[in-house]
């Protein structure tokens, strides 16, 4: 499909008509939503009519201040549809703030130490100190088949999904 003068004079009367991309590219015939709006924009067109079927939403506004909206003391009274009840609003929940367990420093003998070209499938890779250092190092204890860290690091790497979630919410 090439773009003749009079389907790009169509286009432009379309366009400036209000109607969407997909309503010309219907009534174009032969091209797509996106070779529209493709050509729109290497035509510089703008200032498209707005159609009377979708008329303009007025937009939100927030409050000046920044204290949270006032929830009702109540949750509201759950709607039955049939022997199924939706409830509206859901209850509010205690925000926990919890911290993690602390996992204790782990001492790592100087022989246990690894660098990058020790390290193999069955030696932990957690890193420890500033690489950019002459004291860097890997733990380089012994490591599970398919997991890159010694348990000891497992525990710190790997949380539980829902542990996570928890601290997320305490923390926003």
Not at 96 to 107: G, S
Not at 120 to 126: A, G, L, P, Q, V
Request: glycine fraction near 6%; charge should be positive; include cysteine.
């Amino acid at each position: 499909m090439s773009w003749t003068t009079e389907r790009v004079d169509l286009l432009k009367r379309l366009w400036s008509e209000g109607l969407s991309a997909s309503q010309i590219a219907t009534e174009l015939g032969g091209v797509t939503r996106n070779a529209v709006i493709g050509k729109v924009h290497r035509l510089g067109l703008s200032g498209r009519a707005k159609t009377a079927a979708a008329p303009a939403k007025p937009r939100r506004t927030r409050p000046a201040t920044t204290a949270a909206p006032a929830r009702p003391a109540a949750p509201a009274a759950p709607r039955t549809i049939g022997a199924t009840a939706l409830k509206t609003e859901a209850a509010p929940v205690a925000a926990v703030a919890t911290q993690p367990a602390p996992v204790a420093e782990l001492v790592i003998p100087q022989e246990q130490r690894a660098t990058i070209l020790q390290l193999n499938e069955r030696t932990c890779k957690w890193p420890i100190g500033d690489p950019s250092t002459d004291d860097f190092y890997f733990c380089g204890r012994n490591s599970e088949p398919g997991v890159p860290y010694c348990p000891h690091h497992c525990r710190i790497a790997y949380q539980p999904m829902n542990d996570r979630r928890r601290d997320k919410r305490a923390r926003g």
